[in-house]
């Protein structure tokens, strides 16, 4: 079975400078997709950025990008120039093209002004 | 609809109720899931839609879920005999193939168990 693990239950980082969030997961699979998802304290969850495990280049949305290392099955999310609104819980989610994603547990990030 | 709906947003229940959650997916979305997710916790796969059939169910935690879909829109999930355990956010979320696109999720429905 697929799993996903997130080992930073909890992560801070000042206002304005760059944090990363690890993730790493496990599958037998060779096309899949990974995902990021943000869930402000309001609740709703918001996709972030997305990586097709085919193409090497890694993904980058505006202040947000990925670390994707398919041979050692990490997928890191780099969130630079942070801001207050960054301030959530963090989600890192696998998918084939088989039905419903899996995700970690996610990672609670809080930014500081 | 621009999004995915779930009604209520909130609901308070007595245990041993039955209550209904339902989820509006975005048009034209043929896959649609729901979740549960506990305080300060991450989600739990509960079953999975595609257009009207539900080829996975195995995360429903006990005979007392069930849900169902119509027309390829408009989902229930209902929680029968309601628990305290059962407190929790319900999310539901739809995606528009089978190709690996990711969710637009709704915002959740809070339900607590009395």
């Known amino acids: 079975a697929q799993t996903v693990t997130q080992s930073q239950p909890e992560m801070s980082v000042q206002e304005a400078e760059t944090v990363t969030l690890s993730c790493t997961y496990d599958?037998?699979?060779?096309?899949?997709?990974l995902f990021w998802y943000k869930q402000p304290p309001s609740r709703q969850m918001i996709l972030v950025i997305r990586?097709?495990?085919?193409?090497?280049q890694n993904a980058t949305e505006n202040r947000f990008s990925v670390n994707f290392q398919k041979a050692a099955k990490s997928f890191s999310l780099k969130i630079s120039d942070s801001q207050l609104g960054d301030t959530a819980m963090y989600f890192c989610?696998?998918?084939?093209?088989?039905?419903?994603?899996?995700f970690g547990d996610g990672t609670t990030l809080t930014v500081k002004p | 609809g621009a999004g995915v709906s779930q009604s209520p947003s909130n609901k308070v229940t007595e245990k041993g109720k039955d209550v209904e959650l339902r989820c509006d997916p975005i048009?034209?979305?043929?896959?649609l899931y729901w979740y549960r997710q506990r305080l300060g916790q991450g989600l739990e796969f509960l079953i999975y839609?595609?257009?009207?059939?539900?080829?996975?169910k195995s995360g429903l935690p006990s005979d007392r879920f069930s849900a169902e879909r119509t027309g390829e829109s408009v989902s229930t999930l209902t929680i029968q005999r309601t628990q305290q355990e059962d407190s929790a956010v319900y999310l539901c979320?739809?995606?528009?193939?089978?190709?690996?696109?990711?969710?637009?999720f709704g915002s959740g429905t809070r339900l607590t168990v009395v």
């Open positions: 979320a739809s995606s528009s193939s089978r190709t690996g696109g990711g969710y637009t």
């Open positions: 599958t037998s699979e060779n096309n899949y997709y």
């Open positions: 990586q097709e495990a085919y193409k090497q």
């Open positions: 989610a696998y998918n084939t093209n088989a039905g419903k994603s899996t």
């Open positions: 048009s034209g979305h043929t896959a």
């Open positions: 839609f595609q257009g009207n059939s539900a080829p996975d």
